[in-house]
């Protein structure tokens, strides 16, 4: 049998490119984007809920295709963590829950220092000081791609009127959304980029600051503002900048009228809010709290984690894909987004049920399949 050369040279061809390397990835900003640990419930520590966020996700199901460093599982030591900013979890996680683009301290007090009970604390983490603990990990070409989502707690803090260290409103002594404070956290996050790329060859997606619930018309002003700085200078520096949310308004998963989102066969309901009463130690999902509590179906199929702040695992993992999908397009990628069958597989749902149209042709190819046989 003679070959064929063209598809010799094809095969020849495919063997010749090298395979994509692995991406070693890191992460920086707030909870949205840290790992959802316990075993502390003050500010500063890992978010321990019974959920998985996006970057756990892509740990567990892209981790062939990416690395986020070796993995420390929470203890009731805290000297057991990483250091003072990434605790537990992922060692390329630097970001904490409250973490802030603009570095400041708080106070827990709003009477001032000579108030009694006054106590001050710092939060958990700003994006310069996380910055600063990663460049080192680009330098040596051990992370090569950063993903960045800072900026919300800024203006949460904000919005609590929580006095500052040195005496006024948080960040800026008039405690006005003023040009200075969306400047400020503007600033901090494209100071943050440069030192990432001072640091090294390094890939960069940006999120764009999510508006939360129950923000003023005056702060969802100023929110804008930021993002536009972003949009325009981020992108400058040749950084891929995202809505994470995008796939809540143009997703084909999403309902345009009710933003319920179906992934499967399973409709989740907006803003819908997980309870405490949904976990249990019989729970099958994934991710369970640092108590042992895993999710029940109940618990999985909320829009929001228990904490009523945070998206819960279907949701994490609907952002998971847009981090893919950003990857791919941007970056020249090729991993393969998570499928419904995936995502629910992570809440406790081993298969998306196959629709009874589908069932019905294929029950009609396997009696043909018998009929042949037959005969």
């Known amino acids: 049998m003679t070959s064929n050369p063209i598809l010799l040279a094809a095969f020849s061809l495919a063997l010749a490119q090298p395979a994509l390397s ?57 000297a057991d963590a990483w250091d003072s900013i990434r605790n537990f979890g992922y060692e390329y996680n630097w970001a904490t829950a409250g973490g802030t683009a603009s570095a400041q301290e708080l106070n827990l007090d709003f009477n001032g220092p000579d108030a009694p009970g006054y106590a001050q604390i710092p939060i958990a983490s700003n994006l310069a000081a996380q910055v600063a603990g990663l460049a ?68 960069i997606i940006l999120g764009l600051l999510a508006k939360r619930p129950g923000l003023s018309e005056e702060e969802n002003t100023a929110i804008d503002t930021v993002n536009n700085r972003l949009l325009t200078e981020a992108t400058e520096k040749g950084v891929v900048v995202l809505d994470f949310m995008e796939w809540t308004i143009s997703g084909e998963n999403v309902d345009p009228i009710t933003q319920d989102v179906t992934i499967g066969d399973v409709v989740v309901e907006y803003g819908s809010v997980a309870s405490i009463s949904d976990m249990s130690t019989e729970g099958d999902g994934a ?5 042992g509590l895993c999710p029940l179906d109940s618990h999985a199929f909320s829009y929001l984690a228990e904490d009523g702040r945070h998206l819960n695992t279907l949701m ?60």
């Open 287 to 291: 991710y369970c709290t640092y108590e």
């Open 136 to 203: 080192p990990s680009i330098s040596s070409g051990d992370v090569d791609t950063a993903v960045i989502s800072v900026g919300p707690n800024d203006f949460f803090y904000h919005s609590l009127v929580i006095d500052t260290a040195s005496g006024g409103f948080y960040p800026a002594p008039d405690g006005q959304l003023d040009q200075t404070f969306t400047n400020l956290v503007a600033d901090s996050i494209l100071e943050g980029i440069d030192t990432l790329q001072a640091a090294g060859d390094v890939d």
């Open 22 to 78: 692995q991406v070693n990835m890191a992460l920086l900003g707030d909870s949205i984007i840290d790992d959802y640990l316990g075993p502390s419930n003050s500010i500063g520590t890992n978010t321990n809920l019974a959920a998985g966020s996006f970057g756990q996700i892509l740990a567990d199901t892209r981790g062939a295709d990416i690395n986020f460093g070796a993995y420390k599982a929470p203890t009731a030591n805290t």
């Open 316 to 375: 994490q993992g609907m952002l998971a894909n847009e981090i893919l999908t950003a990857m791919n397009t941007h970056f020249d990628h090729d991993i393969d987004l998570l499928s419904d069958s995936e995502l629910l597989g992570l809440v406790g749902v081993s298969e998306v049920p196959v629709p009874a149209a589908a069932w019905l042709f294929m029950s009609a190819l396997l009696g043909l399949v018998g009929i042949k046989r037959r005969n």
